[in-house]
């Protein structure tokens, strides 16, 4: 960078001067990596960063990072970090990863998320007297630092480089409206050959609004799109939605001047689109997949912010909003465009349960799975050309059934 450092290294981390344009109540703070060599992909690495005594406010974050080298970044604020060396290996991998670095998780205590990064996002700027409040007896006593590394050629030999990806945060003491960040995702997998629903809600039970004002949203290879919402006395309104496929950066929060309350529930839905002939699970490397929709938050007066920062799901198989008892009342009304990719002109539909969220032919009636677990309710002809011959070829053999007059098929 072109400008002075202050002298001043804590944990593997730079602190910067003043940033000018940001007036003498703001500094810019360099957190990066202390020159590391990674040596094996989806290498997670972890540095910490010790904070004062004082209360200080993260109000802006700069990346410094390449997506071909770096897969994603996360900032953690923590009771204790997960290590005391400078540089830690902090990924589920790390057993199988790169021995050269201690194993560790990222926190010892009071993991919360602040910030993430990926697919080259520009620079972030929170709103006018919004900030991360860090420090003094806010619980996070230190920043943590993490990066997954995608592609370490670089750092290999004949080439032997080192990195220093990381953020520039802008932090000032002057009190701001308290920001945070709630993460919604799941677990499952996504089979072969499908389009896949992947969804999660939690009810909201704090007794303090907040104010969503940005989203991101994270997944890999195959999420086409991925979706976030409040909903409330059956409404579902849009947090945000976007394509994990653009750059991962945090957007203006589609409905501006949205607020959750106690009793509102906030729910996400990720849509993945899987052309291989293998099933993709969620997972920590580049060759899985991950479904997370993040919600940047702020709350008007007091300190406070959420006391819980993670909502996950069980995912498909195992979970869906259709199977949810508290969601029962509001399937009716979800989105159109739950699974639209912005800028397309029809929504993703689910192929892995056809009927799943689709009105049967015959709403009043059970749904039938008498022939091969087909779903008697659904078009036949949707069927691949051989599955459909092989069907057909068992109805004329197996004979009529009592119902066969109720249902076409």
């Given at each position: 960078m072109e400008r002075a450092l202050v002298l001043a290294v804590c944990l593997g981390a730079v602190f910067g001067a003043p940033n000018p344009s940001q007036g003498g109540d703001y500094k810019d703070v360099d957190f990066l990596m202390p020159s590391v060599q990674p040596k094996h992909p989806d290498t997670y690495l972890c540095t910490p960063m010790k904070m004062t005594d004082t209360a200080e406010y993260i109000v802006g974050f700069r990346p410094h990072a390449n997506m071909a080298i770096a897969h994603h970044i996360l900032l953690y604020g923590c009771m204790k970090p997960g290590s005391k060396k400078d540089v830690w290996n902090c990924g589920e991998m790390a057993?199988?990863?790169?021995?050269?670095?201690?194993?560790?998780?990222?926190?010892?205590?009071?993991?919360?998320?602040?910030?993430?990064?990926?697919?080259?996002?520009?620079?972030?700027?929170?709103?006018?007297?919004?900030?991360?409040?860090?420090?003094?007896?806010?619980?996070?006593?230190?920043?943590?630092?993490?990066?997954?590394?995608?592609?370490?050629?670089?750092?290999?030999?004949?080439?032997?480089?080192?990195?220093?990806?990381?953020?520039?945060?802008?932090?000032?003491?002057?009190?701001?409206?308290?920001?945070?960040?709630?993460?919604?995702?799941?677990?499952?997998?996504?089979?072969?050959?499908?389009?896949?629903y992947m969804e999660t809600e939690c009810p909201y039970d704090e007794d303090f609004e907040i104010h969503p004002f940005a989203f991101r949203t994270h997944g890999h290879t195959l999420a086409q799109v991925n979706a976030g919402y409040r909903i409330r006395n059956g409404q579902w309104t849009e947090i945000g939605r976007q394509s994990p496929q653009k750059p991962q950066m945090f957007y203006n929060a589609t409905t501006p001047g949205l607020v959750i309350k106690k009793g509102d529930t906030l729910a996400a839905r990720c849509t993945m689109q899987n052309d291989l002939d293998h099933d993709v699970k969620i997972g920590s490397t580049q060759n899985d997949e991950m479904c997370n929709f993040y919600v940047m938050y702020y709350t008007d007066g007091g300190d406070q912010i959420m006391h819980n920062t993670y909502c996950f799901s069980a995912g498909p198989p195992f979970y869906y909003w259709k199977g949810d008892e508290r969601m029962s009342s509001v399937i009716k009304n979800i989105p159109d465009t739950a699974s639209l990719v912005p800028g397309a002109k029809k929504p993703l539909k689910q192929t892995l349960e056809p009927a799943l969220y689709d009105e049967p032919v015959y709403p009043t009636a059970d749904v039938i799975n008498d022939v091969m677990d087909w779903n008697m309710n659904e078009d036949p002809k949707t069927l691949e050309e051989e599955q459909y011959a092989k069907l057909m070829q068992y109805l004329q053999e197996r004979g009529p059934r009592e119902y066969d007059e109720e249902y076409p098929y």
């Open positions: 057993g199988g990863g790169d021995q050269q670095y201690e194993q560790r998780g990222v926190c010892d205590g009071g993991q919360k998320i602040l910030y993430a990064w990926a697919m080259d996002a520009p620079s972030l700027k929170l709103p006018e007297a919004v900030g991360f409040k860090v420090g003094a007896d806010t619980g996070i006593n230190y920043l943590v630092l993490q990066v997954h590394y995608k592609d370490v050629t670089s750092f290999l030999p004949p080439l032997n480089g080192i990195d220093k990806s990381g953020i520039t945060m802008t932090m000032t003491e002057k009190p701001q409206r308290r920001a945070g960040v709630y993460l919604l995702g799941t677990g499952g997998s996504i089979p072969k050959h499908s389009v896949t």
